[in-house]
């Protein structure tokens, strides 16, 4: 069974730490995508790589960076927690658009708590 | 500037009744239209997708219905169970909007409550 993988289920962090959400998955995907879920809000999009090394901005991707030092595991950061990033966080990845199976494969989440 | 809204954003549904999910875009340009069903505790999942050459697809119980020239497309779940309790959320892309590879713009999320 495919899927994507994110390391914690639920994380509590302190102000001001530094915060590394991992993210891996086994289905040789080109892209991966981080998003964060808030209620009201819907889904958006803090950071996105279509490749190895490669990264992109999405809305939302102030306070945040990324590292994909390997195609399968994609890495986000918070480089000093504040308590407004309290939030459920999605990785999810994806094939190619052209491919027969495209569609997003989404992990099932952290909930990240900044005290 | 949203460019896909859904509505509603909760919807109570009686067991065996229609539920039907509406999605409205703006860009003319989106060439897919999937849906994402959500569990507590889960990451959403593709339910069903459809691309603007058809007006209708049809997976078991989940049709989605796309009319271009209103620019809206919507999910209805025949037969609802409350198995189908869920945050649904639709999504539209086109390649080369929000990135090369055209990521999905997703709705705000209708939360749907069937009761048995």
């Known amino acids: 069974d495919v899927k994507v993988t994110q390391s914690s289920r639920y994380l509590v962090k302190r102000t001001g730490e530094k915060v590394f959400l991992e993210c891996v998955q086994d289905?040789?995907?080109?892209?991966m995508f981080w998003y964060r879920q808030d209620p009201g809000l819907g889904l958006r999009l803090i950071y996105f790589?279509?490749?190895?090394?490669?990264?992109e901005k999405g809305d939302i991707p102030e306070g945040y960076s990324v590292s994909r030092e390997k195609k399968e595991r994609f890495s986000l950061i918070l480089e000093s927690a504040s308590t407004n990033q309290t939030s459920m966080y999605l990785c999810a990845s994806s094939s190619d658009r052209d491919s027969s199976n495209y569609g997003y494969t989404f992990g099932s989440g952290t909930r990240l708590t900044v005290v | 500037q949203q460019q896909v809204k859904q509505s509603p954003q909760s919807l109570i549904v009686q067991k065996g009744g229609i539920s039907i999910i509406n999605c409205a875009y703006e860009n003319t340009a989106f060439d897919y239209f999937p849906w994402y069903q959500q569990f507590p505790g889960k990451g959403p999942a593709l339910l069903i997708a459809?691309?603007?050459?058809?007006s209708e697809k049809k997976e078991g119980r989940f049709t989605i219905s796309f009319n271009k020239s209103a620019k809206q497309f919507s999910l209805h779940i025949m037969d609802s169970q409350p198995g189908d309790s869920a945050t649904y959320f639709c999504?539209?892309?086109?390649?080369?909007?929000?990135?090369?590879?055209?990521?999905?713009?997703f709705g705000k999320g209708t939360k749907l409550s069937v009761k048995p």
């Open positions: 999504a539209a892309s086109i390649e080369g909007y929000g990135g090369s590879q055209g990521n999905l713009i």
């Open positions: 790589s279509y490749d190895v090394k490669m990264k």
């Open positions: 459809i691309r603007p050459d058809v």
């Open positions: 289905m040789d995907h080109e892209n």
